[in-house]
């Protein structure tokens, strides 16, 4: 067997046998292809957009850590789809438990990376937050460069399989990782990309994290188009954007946020003269629709806020009057 055949989805060790890292890898990877919607919810649109917002979501958690200011996002004319970061780029070193690079770590095995029994930096969630080795699981192919300290790196992978190991192909004067990948056509009912919707998720992020510049170009023929989103004000700018057609009640936007132990959480409002509340919450930049206990909190501190005043002010005619929740709001 030649090294690169030596992978992590070969359930064998060198001298034929079982090696019980590699049988739980290989479960891994070919589970991932054998049942996708079990990772990435489904194999239609939805899931071939969900690669994208996988990969997307280690570079802005990069942008959250401090390090990454800017993610390109490029689809290409083959509907393949190339990420570009200017973070610290993923570590080249060899990983001593595996044997292979990080790099490789990242892409071959399941939920490397820190959300699940990882380093624990993950912030940015994903909808399944399963991460790029799923991605690289259905696509037909993957490539990677990381680009650090002067060198280029570079790694091809096909259905999830390294078809070389991570090598240096040469200098570099800049600092970033490179991921572009071909969703698998066997896999997904649908393999063309929908600019807008993917303009909408990234938009979405982009207000989500205050100052990160995410970029989405669009490179097929006929259709070349390109977005910038960029918010200095974060959520701020968010509800500015949301109440953009709306005639709000006062110019400004109350903002607040805060710390607590290693939970850290951001208001941004303005109430417009509508009879319809639109309150959006977040969790580790997802969407939480159905609220949850960040959101009851926040409306019945809101609520509190405006009753505490009107007392305090002595607004109230009858004694023991109060403002519910849904008229504070
Ligand atoms: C991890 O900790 C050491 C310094 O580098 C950190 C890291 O992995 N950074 C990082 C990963 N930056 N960008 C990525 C990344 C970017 C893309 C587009 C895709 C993937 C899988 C990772």
New binding site residues.
Partial sequence: MSDIDNNNLENTTNNGEYGADQIQILEGLEAVRRRPGMYIGSTSARGLHHLVYE??D??V??ALAG??TTIDVTINPDNSIT???D?????VDINKKKGISSVEV??TILHA?GKFGG?G?KVSGGLHGVG?SVVNALSEWLEVIVEKEGRKYFQRYEKGKATERLKDIGSSDRR????TFLPDKSIFEETVYDYSTLKQRLREMAFLTKGLKIILNDRREGIEQTKEFHYEGGIKEYVQYLNRSQVSLYPEIIYCEGQKGNVYVEVAMQHNDGYNESCYSFVNNITTPEGGTHYTGFKNALTKAFNDYARNMKLWKEKKKNLSGADSR
Avoid: K
Avoid at 87 to 91: C, K, L, N, V, Y
Avoid at 176 to 179: D, L, P
């Fill in positions: 990969i997307v280690n570079a958690d990069e390090y990454c990420v570009i970061d973070g610290r780029g993923i570590p990242v892409f990376g380093g930096y790029a970033g990782t490179t991921v």
